[in-house]
């Protein structure tokens, strides 16, 4: 490694070359992750004690020692003037590795995300459970972060967070907002999820919902009339609803289907594609807005429906995956391999198309 290279250098690259993360590895040169493609810097290929040094450098005593017995850590740290980081430290075949994501210190409004308006109308309830799926790295915290900078710019209301880690800084603007983070502020999701009745919030957005007793805890928060954010890793709408109700035990599942007929208020499932132009990615994204239709299709548990009312449900703002990748293609920001690459049915993209 050269003698004078630090994180910080490293993480001033990020933003130079407008990369959304950067990844330390052994026997490598660091990399970076460009309009979604892993790309090689001009240093020199890392050795362990490489590594070791450069993450080292942002932690303390503390982390240093959960991370060693934990053998994993998440955690953020953050540069004036520059912005934030999502730092997450595991080890790969007994070496260190790094994976670190660039987090702006602005936050993005809803229009400048491509967001479509429904999502705004989502936001205005003041009770029930909004969802944000999608895979690793499709812009869900970005997305979450600007849900609530909205409600911090219009309502009085108390809203707490549960992150792991915390990554957009909110201010306080009309709204109180109180952010907490696994490991430093609370113990788990599920643990700060036990307390938060206690806290009086209006709107609670939980990082991640992975387990029962988290899910079982949101949704009894929308019913009781709290506004609720949660994400998913899931790919498109209906599979939202199946893995909150698979979740449970069978035996529960039908009370679960009844409560989430109430209380969902919307999915929303993104991807983030680069542009064919090369400058950047665009957001493509399926919508589902529960109407009185979907809800009694997930009290009935006949889910297998829903697609079908979200392919005819362009007047209340709904909009399925393939019909987004059609736009954008159509508009020339993404190509056809890509749309079909990314399309959770080709096969039907192709017919909407006009093509076999």
């Keep these: 490694m050269e003698t004078s290279l630090s994180l910080e250098q490293l993480l001033r690259l990020v933003l130079e070359k407008k990369a959304t993360d950067l990844h330390l590895t052994v026997n490598l040169p660091p990399q970076l992750r460009i309009n979604g493609e892993l790309v090689l810097t001009d240093f020199?290929?890392?050795?362990?004690?490489?590594?070791?040094?450069?993450?080292?450098?942002?932690?303390?005593?503390?982390?240093i020692k959960r991370f060693e017995q934990e053998k994993e850590l998440d955690t953020s740290y953050g540069i004036s003037g520059l912005g934030r980081f999502r730092v997450n430290l595991y080890y790969q075949r007994g070496s260190i590795a790094c994976a670190i994501r660039f987090i702006p210190y602005d936050i993005p409004s809803l229009e400048s995300l491509g967001l479509p308006e429904v999502v705004r109308k989502f936001v205005n309830y003041h009770a029930g459970l909004i969802l944000v799926t999608g895979a690793v790295g499709s812009g869900k915290s970005t997305t979450l972060a600007s849900m609530l900078e909205y409600i911090n710019s219009f309502r009085r209301c108390h809203i707490i967070t549960i992150e792991d880690p915390?990554?957009?800084?909110?201010?306080?603007?009309?709204?109180?907002?109180d952010q907490r983070e696994i490991g430093r502020d609370t113990l788990s999701f599920s643990h700060a999820l036990k307390y938060v009745f206690r806290q009086d919030p209006d709107v609670v957005m939980i990082g991640e919902m992975r387990d029962l007793e988290t899910m079982r805890t949101a949704l009894t928060l929308a019913e009781t009339g709290h506004l609720i954010f949660g994400t998913l890793h899931t790919m498109d709408a209906t599979h939202a609803i199946t893995r909150i109700i698979d979740v449970f035990p069978p035996y529960q599942q039908e009370q679960i289907r009844v409560q989430l007929s109430l209380v969902l208020i919307g999915v929303i499932v993104q991807q983030?594609?680069?542009?064919?132009?090369?400058?950047?990615?665009?957001l493509a994204v399926e919508i589902m807005k529960v109407t009185p239709a979907i809800s009694?299709?997930?009290?009935?548990n006949q889910l297998q429906q829903v697609y079908s009312l979200i392919q005819t449900g362009k007047s209340e703002g709904m909009v399925t995956m393939n019909h987004s990748l059609l736009e954008l293609y159509k508009n020339r920001l993404i190509g056809m391999e890509e749309a079909l690459k990314r399309s959770p049915d080709p096969k039907e993209l192709m017919s909407l198309?006009?093509?076999k």
Excluded: C, F, W
């Excluded at 020199?44 to 503390?62: F, G, M, R």
């Design 44 to 63: 020199s290929p890392l050795k362990q004690e490489d590594i070791q040094k450069l993450t080292y450098s942002i932690l303390s005593e503390n982390q």
């Design 166 to 177: 915390i990554e957009y800084l909110h201010r306080h603007r009309m709204a109180t907002i």
């Design 272 to 282: 983030l594609i680069p542009r064919l132009d090369g400058k950047g990615r665009v």
């Design 296 to 300: 009694n299709l997930i009290r009935e």
């Design 353 to 355: 198309l006009g093509r």
